[in-house]
C-alpha cells in the first residue's frame, strides 16, 4: 500500500522547514549604554537613532547566515532618512543597506555553521568608534567586549574625527592589510590588542578573536552582563536565537 503523497511531502519538505525555523530565526538586541546618541546600524537590518538606554529588537532572517553590526556616531537625517554621520556612515542612510564608513568598531557573526555552532567576533580590523560588547544569550558561552577608550589613545598616526583608525587604512599596505593571507602582528596591531584583548586587531588574528557558540542555545538565563554594569555607558548587544 502507497502512503499517501500528502504526508510524504511533510516528512520531506515541511518538517525539514519546521526544523529550520528552530534553529536559524535569531534576534539581536542592541542597547545603547553609552552616555550619548548611537544611531545602531545592522546588515542586514537597517538603523535605529537610538538615545542612552534604549533598546532596539533586530530580528534577522531565518535565511540569513551572516552580518554584522555597530554604531554611528553624531547623525543627523532628513523625514526620509537621508543624512549622514560623523562615524559609521552608510551611505547617507538612516537605514543602513552598505557597510559602515572606516573607522569603525564591528560585532561580526555567522549562525549555523559547521557543527552546528554559531560564530561570533568583535573586530578592530575596521578600526574603532565605540566600545561594544557582544554576548550570546546563553549561560554557557563567553560574551566579548571591546571596552577601553581607544579615541583617547589613538596613536597619533592614526587619529581620526570620532574615531581611531586601523593602520590599513591609513597605510594601505600588506604589512598591515595582510592582503597576501600571510602577515603578524605588528607595533601598531599591538595597540589594538593591548587595549581590546577580545577583539581582532589585525586580519590574520582569529586565535584569541574568533567565538563560538551551540547554535539555537536557548535563552533560558540571562548573559554575564553583571561586570558590564561598571560600564554603563557601552554599547551593549545581545544575542538570543529563537523562533520567531
Ligand atoms: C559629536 O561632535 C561633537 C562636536 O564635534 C563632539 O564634541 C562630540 O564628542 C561628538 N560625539 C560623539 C559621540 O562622538
Ligand atoms: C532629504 O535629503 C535628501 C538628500 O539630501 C533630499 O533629496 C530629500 O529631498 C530630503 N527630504 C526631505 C523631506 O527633506
Ligand atoms: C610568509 O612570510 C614569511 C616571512 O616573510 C616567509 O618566510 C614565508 O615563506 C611566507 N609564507 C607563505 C605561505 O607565503
Ligand atoms: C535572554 O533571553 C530571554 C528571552 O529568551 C530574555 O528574557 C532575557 O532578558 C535575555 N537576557 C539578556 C541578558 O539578554
Given at each position: 500500500?502507497?502512503i499517501?503523497?500528502?504526508?510524504l511531502?511533510f516528512?520531506?519538505f515541511?518538517f525539514p522547514?519546521?526544523f529550520?525555523?528552530i534553529?536559524?530565526?535569531?534576534?539581536?538586541?542592541?542597547?545603547n549604554?553609552?552616555?550619548?546618541?548611537?544611531?545602531a546600524?545592522a546588515?542586514p537590518g537597517?538603523?535605529k537613532?537610538?538615545?542612552?538606554d534604549?533598546?532596539w529588537l533586530?530580528?534577522i532572517a531565518?535565511d540569513?547566515?551572516?552580518?554584522?553590526i555597530?554604531g554611528?556616531?553624531?547623525?543627523?537625517?532628513?523625514a526620509?532618512g537621508?543624512?549622514r554621520?560623523?562615524?559609521?556612515d552608510?551611505?547617507?542612510?538612516?537605514?543602513c543597506k552598505?557597510?559602515?564608513?572606516?573607522?569603525?568598531?564591528?560585532?561580526e557573526?555567522a549562525?549555523n555553521?559547521?557543527?552546528?555552532?554559531?560564530?561570533?567576533?568583535?573586530?578592530?580590523?575596521?578600526?574603532?568608534?565605540?566600545?561594544?560588547?557582544?554576548?550570546?544569550n546563553s549561560?554557557?558561552?563567553?560574551?566579548?567586549?571591546?571596552?577601553?577608550d581607544i579615541n583617547?589613545?589613538?596613536?597619533?598616526?592614526?587619529r581620526t574625527?570620532?574615531g581611531?583608525?586601523?593602520?590599513c587604512?591609513?597605510?594601505k599596505?600588506?604589512?598591515y592589510c595582510?592582503?597576501?593571507?600571510?602577515?603578524t602582528?605588528?607595533?601598531?596591531?599591538?595597540f589594538?590588542k593591548?587595549?581590546?584583548p577580545?577583539a581582532?586587531?589585525?586580519?590574520m588574528?582569529?586565535q584569541?578573536s574568533?567565538?563560538?557558540?551551540?547554535t539555537?542555545?536557548?535563552?533560558a538565563?540571562?548573559?554575564?552582563?553583571?561586570?558590564m554594569?561598571l560600564?554603563s555607558w557601552m554599547?551593549?548587544?545581545?544575542?538570543?536565537?529563537?523562533?520567531i
Amino acid at each position: 500500500m502507497a502512503i499517501p503523497s500528502n504526508i510524504l511531502t511533510f516528512f520531506i519538505f515541511l518538517f525539514p522547514t519546521i526544523f529550520f525555523c528552530i534553529s536559524q530565526a535569531t534576534t539581536f538586541e542592541i542597547t545603547n549604554q553609552c552616555s550619548y546618541t548611537v544611531w545602531a546600524a545592522a546588515v542586514p537590518g537597517g538603523g535605529k537613532h537610538l538615545e542612552p538606554d534604549e533598546t532596539w529588537l533586530v530580528n534577522i532572517a531565518s535565511d540569513t547566515n551572516s552580518g554584522r553590526i555597530w554604531g554611528r556616531t553624531n547623525c543627523t537625517f532628513n523625514a526620509t532618512g537621508k543624512g549622514r554621520c560623523e562615524t559609521g556612515d552608510c551611505n547617507n542612510q538612516l537605514e543602513c543597506k552598505d557597510n559602515g564608513a572606516l573607522p569603525v568598531t564591528l560585532a561580526e557573526f555567522a549562525l549555523n555553521q559547521y557543527d552546528n555552532l554559531d560564530f561570533y567576533d568583535l573586530s578592530l580590523v575596521d578600526g574603532f568608534n565605540i566600545p561594544m560588547e557582544f554576548s550570546p544569550n546563553s549561560s554557557s558561552c563567553r560574551g566579548i567586549k571591546c571596552a577601553a577608550d581607544i579615541n583617547a589613545e589613538c596613536p597619533v598616526e592614526l587619529r581620526t574625527k570620532g574615531g581611531c583608525n586601523h593602520p590599513c587604512n591609513v597605510f594601505k599596505n600588506d604589512l598591515y592589510c595582510c592582503t597576501s593571507g600571510n602577515c603578524t602582528a605588528t607595533y601598531l596591531s599591538d595597540f589594538f590588542k593591548t587595549k581590546c584583548p577580545d577583539a581582532y586587531s589585525y586580519a590574520m588574528d582569529d586565535q584569541t578573536s574568533t567565538f563560538t557558540c551551540p547554535t539555537g542555545s536557548k535563552a533560558a538565563l540571562s548573559s554575564t552582563s553583571s561586570p558590564m554594569l561598571l560600564f554603563s555607558w557601552m554599547h551593549r548587544l545581545d544575542v538570543f536565537d529563537g523562533c520567531i
